[in-house]
Each structure stands twice: as C-alpha cells, then as structure tokens.
C-alpha cells in the first residue's frame, strides 16, 4: 500500500507542469505608468499558464510616437508584427522564456523586431532550456525514488 502511495504522489509531482513567468502590468495614456514601459520590476511578474508572454504597445500617429496604451501580459496567442490604421500604430511581440517580455514594445532587448523570429524562421513550440535544467534536476530525484520503492 504504501508502495502504490509513493507512486501516486511521485507521479503527481511530476505531472505537475512550470508555468511561464512573465511581467503583467499597463499604463495607458491617462494613467501612465513609467515603471511599466520602461523596468518592469519584480513585484509585477506573474506565473502565467499560457503559452507566451507578450507586449502589446499602441502610439498615437499623430503626436507621432505618445503612448496611448501599454500592456505586459501572457496569452495562448502568439502575437507578432507591427499594423498601423489611420490613428494608432500597434506592436505586438511574444516571447517564449520566463521575463522575457521586458522590452519596450517595438524591439527586444536586442534590437531584434520580433521576439521569436522574423518571417524566414521556422518556428516549433518546445521546451526551453531552463525547462530542461528543471527536469535535469528532477530526474535523479526519480530514479532516487523508483530504488526506494524497489525496496519497500
């Protein structure tokens, strides 16, 4: 019994999936929050159970370049490019590493335009690599476990 007890509880442990951390917060042109656009801190970072961490910024065309909202947040989607109409211009990034939504919006920390990769990148969903540290990590913690089982 204890045996089957064990088990459950490593195969809860290791069903249980990392979250994505990322910066949340927004500023808009009417309550601005500089902290936001420019170092997003700590204090506003969640772990997110999405699939990318974004940015979302829209400026005015005319004043070019004033900030009428800024958004840090997670989504399933994955947004990507730059659309102008007749009076805002949107950016949109996403990005697939914990914090790494930091940028101010129209580039990465880079200078890159796209998080991810430009329209000749291929681009395949997977793990990262602090992802793989994690179950680097975990894997002698289970095989230390499997022996324990072996012998009770």
Do not use: W
Request: aromatic residues 12%; proline residues 3%.
């Amino acid at each position: 019994m204890l045996r089957h007890y064990v088990l459950f509880v490593l195969l809860f442990y290791f069903s249980t999936a990392n979250g994505l951390k990322c910066y949340t917060c927004s500023s808009t042109e009417s309550d601005y929050d500089d902290s936001c656009v420019s170092s997003p801190s700590d204090d506003s970072t969640t772990n997110c159970n999405k699939k990318y961490c974004n940015i979302v910024r829209e400026e005015d065309v005319d004043p070019k370049g004033k900030l009428s909202s800024f958004v840090r947040g997670c989504s399933d989607e994955y947004l990507s490019g730059k659309t102008v109409d007749q009076t805002h211009i949107f950016y949109q990034m996403s990005c697939r590493d914990d914090l790494c939504n930091f940028g101010d919006g129209k580039s990465s920390s880079n200078g890159n335009t796209n998080y991810i990769g430009d329209k000749s990148t291929i681009y395949c969903p997977g793990s990262d690599s602090s992802n793989a540290n994690k179950l680097l990590f975990h894997i002698p913690l289970f095989l230390i476990m499997i022996v324990f089982i072996r012998f009770i």
